[in-house]
């Protein structure tokens, strides 16, 4: 009797289950197409051989891109006011002028090191502008633009910290870094002694530092001049032992994404407002080099 009844009841929530199913796959054809550009097609998630994301973004409007939401000048959600800012928050908004003709037709989408690459690759953003650095191992999964920005890796400390560069980590030191970030590869190759305890995001590992669990911070100088910021009980030591020339990352084989936003930056760097945004962030002109 027992079993018939859960039985009649497993009958019933199956019914529901294969109801909501159905239901679901309805509200998958919304105006929410895949960032991919299957030219209307549904279910093209994955990249496909003829990706074209500029039309996917003129068919759906808006540009999606993936940025960093715990990191101070580049990508930083502030948790009052809800607004997310910074130098790759402008590279979006100017990327969609340069699209659409209109900055606010951005749609942001956080990510950390870790989970950028799978994003893009799945569809769920179209491009990637988060203190992402070019390198020889990222360019088989994705292509990137040109340089935008020209950072390198360093160290943060507690003022008053014995370390003072690359030189002092030894088998004693606990490096904190981010997960999927260069950081981590570098400082494994610079400093093999030292112990490294990954975080999922560059405010976790700065909340860590802060608590003591370890004895640097290490990524990018450009991150740690925010946390600087952030709080002056900490400091930049050493000078920086990497490049980390930052790409925004674009699905493979793209070609006429990488073009338009190559050409953004060029118009960008021509009519000054490169100049401008650097200066914005960063408080100085940028490097002649760039
Ligand atoms: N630029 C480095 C990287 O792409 C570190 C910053 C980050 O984790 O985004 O991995």
């Known amino acids: 009797m027992k079993t018939k009844k859960r039985f009649k009841g ?7 289950m294969l109801m909501f199913v ?39 409007g808006k540009v999606i891109a ?25 590279m979006a908004k100017a990327l969609a002028k340069k ?12 990510v950390t090191s870790k989970t950028r690459t799978p994003l893009l690759q799945n569809g769920e953003i179209d491009i990637i502008i988060a203190t992402m650095t070019i390198t020889e191992d990222r360019k088989k999964e994705v292509d990137f633009s040109d340089v935008y920005f020209n950072a390198g890796q360093s160290l943060l400390v507690a003022k008053g910290s ?23 590869t570098n400082i494994k190759e610079k400093a093999p002694d030292a112990k490294v305890l990954e975080f999922e995001n560059y405010q976790e590992a700065f909340t860590a530092l802060k608590a003591n669990k370890g004895d640097v911070l ?10 600087m910021q952030d ?4 400091e930049m030591v050493g000078d920086i032992f990497t490049d980390e020339p930052y790409g925004m990352a674009i699905r493979k084989g793209d070609q006429q994404m990488v ?27 940028p490097p002649s080099a760039e």
């Open 259 to 285: 073009d338009t936003v190559n050409e953004m930056l060029q118009e960008m760097k021509d009519s000054g407002e490169y100049d401008e945004l650097y200066e914005k962030w960063l408080g100085t002109s």
């Open 10 to 16: 497993s009958k019933l929530s199956l019914l529901f």
């Open 218 to 227: 290490t990524t990018d100088n450009s991150i740690l001049l925010g946390m």
């Open 99 to 110: 699209i659409l003709g209109d900055e606010t037709k951005v749609e942001l989408k956080e």
């Open 162 to 184: 014995p370390i003072t560069g690359i030189d002092s980590l030894n088998a004693d030191t606990t490096v904190l870094a981010v997960k999927g970030s260069t950081s981590v």
């Open 66 to 90: 993936g940025v960093k939401y715990d990191t101070r000048l580049f990508g930083l959600k502030d948790p009052i006011s809800g607004n997310v800012e910074g130098f790759d928050i402008d």
């Open 231 to 234: 709080d002056p009980n900490f």
């Open 22 to 60: 159905i239901v679901l796959a309805g509200c998958g054809n919304d105006e929410a197409s895949p960032a991919t550009g299957s030219s209307g097609t549904s279910g093209g998630q994955e990249a496909s051989e003829n990706i074209d994301t500029i039309a996917a973004i003129k068919e759906r």
